[in-house]
């Protein structure tokens, strides 16, 4: 089958660094992405990572085992406009399809 | 300001009517992809459309259908509304060099009453 786990919530607190985790299982893969949603908002395109490894852009990271089915976010130096909704998501080759997780909601404290 | 854009914004109908959500994707962009999100189910893909041609379908109803015009604009009907239809329906473009990266439009929230 699909399915895409990650957690539902997070709290940090801002200027740390927070990393939220995504594991998934499908029939095939191009690739994955990671989106961040405000409330109310669009999502808004983060990062894609085909290949194995980590992906750096500015405060966010994106790292990739395809091996193991798994990805993480890295968010450094968290700022409050952080607080968002972080989906994952997987493009299925074989479904000719995207998935995407739940999200986690990321809240950011002082 | 993605440069995606969806009518209407807000959209409040009766169950048992019938709607059509509008979405013109970016100046360029060959492909546009439609997303429903509602509370309890997170975001759905539903359908990508290609230079006017059905590329992958998701989890979209049999009462749901769309299309791509020839100017590259989409529609999606949504027909015989269900209370359970209310959502954030999304649409997103993406070109044909980058297609993995997409891009949202605002959203159109539909009520069903």
């Known amino acids: 089958g699909q399915n895409i786990d990650q957690p539902t919530e997070m709290t940090a607190t801002e200027g740390a660094i927070v990393q939220i985790n995504c594991t998934y299982q499908t029939s095939g893969f191009n690739g994955l992405f990671w989106y961040q949603q405000h409330a109310g908002e669009a999502p808004t395109f983060l990062s894609y990572n085909v290949l194995d490894g980590l992906e750096e852009k500015g405060r966010f990271s994106s790292f990739l085992s395809r091996s193991k089915g798994y990805s993480y976010l890295l968010l450094k130096e968290l700022q409050m406009k952080d607080s968002a909704s972080y989906l994952c998501a997987v493009e299925d080759s074989s479904a000719s399809k995207i998935i995407f997780g739940s999200g986690t909601r990321l809240s950011i404290r002082p | 300001d993605s440069g995606v854009t969806q009518t209407p914004k807000h959209l409040i109908t009766a169950t048992g009517q019938r709607v059509t959500l509008r979405c013109s994707p970016r100046?360029?962009?060959?492909?546009v992809y439609w997303y429903q999100q509602s509370l309890d189910q997170g975001l759905q893909f539903l359908i990508q459309y290609y230079n006017g041609e059905e590329r992958a379908k998701g989890n979209i109803l049999e009462r749901f259908s769309a299309q791509q015009f020839p100017d590259l604009h989409s529609e999606l009907n949504l027909s015989s509304l269900e209370l359970g239809d209310s959502a954030l329906y999304f649409c997103?473009?993406?070109?044909?060099?980058?297609?993995?990266?997409?891009?949202f439009g605002p959203g159109t929230r539909l009520l069903v009453l």
């Open positions: 100046s360029g962009d060959l492909s």
């Open positions: 997103a473009s993406s070109d044909a060099s980058t297609e993995e990266t997409q891009y």
